[in-house]
């Protein structure tokens, strides 16, 4: 009875929660701003966070953002592309060549750095949670 009850609970909770309550930490103007800076061929590479809920948010993306987040539905070879781009797991510059636009969470401090210097990119939007970087040159 108290398990029933404490989902009850948590049911009514998470339910009387505002919808901003759950997208906080997406932002639309990051979805705006990646879609717009990608133009309409160019590539996205979202890391996991962000990449199904940019699909999710701007279907216009479709076949054009790197890593949907859903593992299952990916090749090896996509999941090998994924490893890679981790900068301290050594080939990520590589797996980032015919992408022109990179969405990653602020936490991803190292990565950020990483992009800006070295491909180089400069910043399109930021936010407390998100950045969207175009590369540049």
Do not use: H
């Not at 948590?10 to 879609?35: D, E, I, L, M, Q």
């Not at 061929?41 to 809920?53: Q, T």
């Not at 980032?96 to 750095?113: C, E, H, I, P, Q």
């Not at 210097?117 to 407390?128: I, K, M, Q």
Request: proline share 6%; aromatic share 10%.
């Amino acid at each position: 009875m108290t398990i029933v009850c404490l989902v009850v609970i948590s049911v009514v909770g998470v339910a009387v929660k505002p919808v901003s309550w759950f997208t906080n930490g997406f932002p639309p103007a990051a979805a705006r701003a990646a879609t717009n800076a990608a133009g309409p061929k160019g590539r996205v590479f979202a890391v996991n966070d962000y990449a199904d809920w940019l699909l999710w948010s701007r279907p216009e993306l479709t076949g054009r953002v790197a890593v949907d987040a859903r593992f299952e539905l990916l090749s090896t070879a996509q999941v090998k592309r994924l490893v890679r781009f981790e900068p301290m797991a050594g080939n990520w510059l590589r797996a980032t060549r015919g992408y022109r636009v990179f969405v990653v969470s602020r936490d991803s401090k190292a990565l950020l750095r990483a992009l800006v210097r070295r491909l180089p990119a400069r910043v399109v939007f930021r936010s407390p949670q998100v950045m969207v970087l175009r590369r540049t040159g």
